[in-house]
T-cell receptor
Framework: SQQGEEDPQALSIQEGENATMNCSYK?????LQWYRQNSGRGLVHLIL?????REKHSGRLRVTLDTSKKSSSLLITASRAADTASYFC????????????FGQGTRLTINP | NAGVTQTPKFQVLKTGQSMTLQCAQD?????MYWYRQDPGMGLRLIYY???????DKGEVPNGYNVSRLNKREFSLRLESAAPSQTSVYFC????????????FGEGSWLTVV
């Protein structure tokens, strides 16, 4: 089964609003990563947060990590129509082969 | 610097036919991966190669074989295609296997009829 599970599965907001997506996972992790996928394209890495970090920023992106709750959130501030995409979290377990395991993604639609 | 390049982009196969998806990366990465993406299922790892000369099964390896031809190239073969293998396939690479950022190709849309 998938390690990461995003919530909500779909999100539709107005341009300029903030978008928040959540990710929950099951096992202890080494790091957690967020990726973006535009329709018909490959995934693009957005940000990586390590297990000893609680918050990380990159431009309009803010990621938080709560290892006690096994959850992470991705906040996109001042959303733009170009942010319309699917967003995936991916986790690297501390046990076993350290491969990325992806969740099912959140489909974000920004309405102009 | 093209990153990860995979071919073909689109392919239609008949049940029972075989085909190979090709992938190459020019970033000198050690690790390479093949994922499939299906609606509502996210990305699932088929096979991966932690380093040149090694390959390992991922979450959904049945019906597939892989070859790490050299450090740059990692191919995925469907020996006898089935309709359940209709999917979008992504090749990817990373510097090492241990949780580094993964770089993806643009995908290959495969339909098995």
């Amino acid at each position: 089964s998938q390690q990461g599970e995003e919530d909500p599965q779909a999100l539709s907001i107005q341009e300029g609003e903030n978008a928040t997506m959540n990710c929950s996972y099951k096992t202890s992790i080494n790091n957690l990563q967020w990726y973006r996928q535009n329709s018909g394209r490959g995934l693009v890495h957005l940000i990586l947060i390590r297990s000893n970090e609680r918050e990380k920023h990159s431009g309009r992106l803010r990621v938080t990590l709560d290892t006690s709750k096994k959850s992470s959130s991705l906040l996109i501030t001042a959303s733009r129509a170009a942010d319309t995409a699917s967003y995936f979290c991916a986790t690297v377990s501390i046990q076993g082969a350290q491969k990325l395991v992806f969740g099912q993604g959140t489909r974000l639609t920004i309405n102009p | 610097n093209a990153g990860v390049t995979q071919t073909p982009k689109f392919q239609v196969l008949k049940t029972g036919q075989s085909m190979t998806l090709q992938c190459a990366q020019d970033m000198n990465h050690n690790s390479m991966y093949w994922y499939r993406q299906d609606p509502g299922m996210g990305l699932r790892l088929i096979y991966y190669s932690a380093s040149e000369g090694t390959t390992d099964k991922g979450e959904v390896p049945n019906g597939y074989n892989v070859s790490r031809l050299n450090k740059r190239e990692f191919s995925l073969r469907l020996e006898s295609a089935a309709p359940s293998q209709t999917s979008v396939y992504f090749c990817a690479s990373s510097e090492e296997i241990s949780g580094n950022t993964i770089y993806f190709g643009e995908g290959s849309w495969l339909t098995v009829v």
